[in-house]
């Protein structure tokens, strides 16, 4: 692997402060290839950049990204939940489509909610078919503080599911922290993986771990994951993302922020290349 990050991705959280066209420009002289933009918050949050009802900044995310050559790799983010409205989200998929977007990601309930795994393995594969129609796949994200908590978890949704289209994303720090088994990483087929996320983490164990994937980060190659394991487990075909929110200073312009992050990305894929 060469220190080249133009076909890597670079999330939106950390980010996004400044809105999509910054962070499109910011990664783009940076030199990554993609970003992942937000449609909706995973935490409920009211979006101040909402690509989904306004069409003008939609319309100028997608002029400055066929300017810059940018693709955008990925949506973010419906959370399953029994009162969830699923024609609420029909403009969530055109949204992708429109952008060009590989999936949209989705995660599970917050833990100790009680949601019937039933109920949620439905309603995952209703949301599949529906974005099966504009063409986007759909990517669960494990993480040990919601229902769909670790990876066999994640993997039970999608066999589930029974769709085509179901996929599942590796965020290297909630593999670390939910102890997933590299083997069972080494089985997955390409076409069953959306990405891979890269992060880094401390050894200590943190006493909130939302606040640690929200803000905690540390770039790769700086903590303690194994991540060049994870990635020879990983064919090179999945793509890579980017995801370091904490490790940059919020208080740096986003342009800032992306060429360090894009900095400590190259060093760590040339000591991986060389290793």
Do not use: W
Not at 5 to 25: C, E, N, R, T
Not at 113 to 135: E, H, N, V, Y
Not at 137 to 155: S, Y
Not at 204 to 225: N, S
């Amino acid at each position: 692997m060469d220190a080249d990050i133009s076909k890597i991705s670079l999330a939106q959280l950390g980010f996004y402060d400044a809105g999509p066209v910054a962070l499109i420009s910011a990664a783009a002289e940076a030199g990554f290839g993609a970003v992942s933009l937000l449609g909706r918050s995973g935490i409920g949050k009211r979006l101040e950049h909402d690509l989904v009802s306004d069409r003008d900044l939609r319309a100028q995310v997608r002029e400055h990204a066929l300017q810059t050559g940018m693709r955008i790799s990925d949506i973010e983010t419906i959370v399953l939940d029994p009162d969830l409205d699923l024609a609420a989200l029909d403009p969530l998929f055109d949204l992708a489509a429109d952008l060009g977007a590989r999936h949209i990601s989705c995660i599970g309930p917050r833990l100790g909610s009680g949601s019937d795994p039933a109920a949620l393995a439905a309603q995952f594969a209703a949301i599949c078919t529906k974005a099966a129609s504009t063409g986007v796949d759909i990517g669960v994200e494990f993480m040990g503080f919601r229902e769909i908590g670790t990876l066999e978890q994640a993997l039970l949704l999608i066999e589930r599911s029974g769709a085509s289209n179901a996929k599942v994303i590796l965020d290297c720090l909630h593999l670390h922290r939910t102890g997933a088994s590299l083997q069972v990483v080494a089985s997955l087929d390409a076409e069953r993986i959306a990405c891979v996320q890269l992060s880094d983490a401390p050894v200590a164990y943190p006493r909130d771990l939302m606040v640690e994937a929200r803000a905690g980060r540390m770039h790769p190659g700086t903590g303690t994951i194994a991540l060049s394991e994870i990635l020879a487990c990983v064919p090179p075909s999945v793509p890579l993302v980017l995801e370091v929110p904490g490790a940059v200073r919020a208080e740096d312009a986003v342009a800032t922020r992306t060429a360090e992050a894009a900095l400590h990305l190259r060093a760590f894929l040339t000591a991986i290349a060389t290793y």
